[in-house]
Nanobody, 119 residues
Framework: VQLQAFGGGLVQAGGSLRLSCAAS????????MAWFRQAPGKEREFVGA????????YYSDSVKGRFTISRDNAKNTVYLQMNSLKPEDTAVYYC?????????????WGHGTLVTVSS
């Protein structure tokens, strides 16, 4: 599976942005999909994950209530809707695919997309 995240950009604090993760090579419909991020000088951080159906999702405390993962399996695409953005959300965002919901093991990773939140 090849994954490509896109949709990043510059946004003001309090604004919204939607990231997309498009897959090729294999259908995403049976994969748990997750988003991670890595801020400059920091380790990669888990953001959230959604089950293969999109019916279940869980998020890190830092984004809970502000970020939402959704997916369109027909389009082989997963989304990360980010609302009420804060400067500390600035990071490169990555999508990942895994086979076990609730596990932190992911088999496929995409190239990241940069999100910059200005104060």
């Amino acid at each position: 599976v090849q994954l490509q995240a896109f949709g990043g950009g510059l946004v003001q604090a309090g604004g919204s942005l939607r990231l997309s993760c498009a897959a090729s090579g294999r259908t995403l419909s049976r994969y748990t999909m997750a988003w991670f991020r890595q801020a400059p000088g920091k380790e990669r951080e888990f953001v959230g994950a959604a089950s293969w159906s999109g019916g279940s999702a869980y998020y890190s405390d830092s984004v809970k209530g502000r970020f939402t993962i959704s997916r369109d399996n027909a389009k082989n695409t997963v989304y990360l809707q980010m609302n009420s953005l804060k400067p500390e959300d600035t990071a490169v965002y990555y999508c990942a695919a895994g086979t076990v919901y609730g596990s932190m093991q992911f088999d496929y990773w995409g190239h990241g997309t940069l999100v910059t939140v200005s104060s």
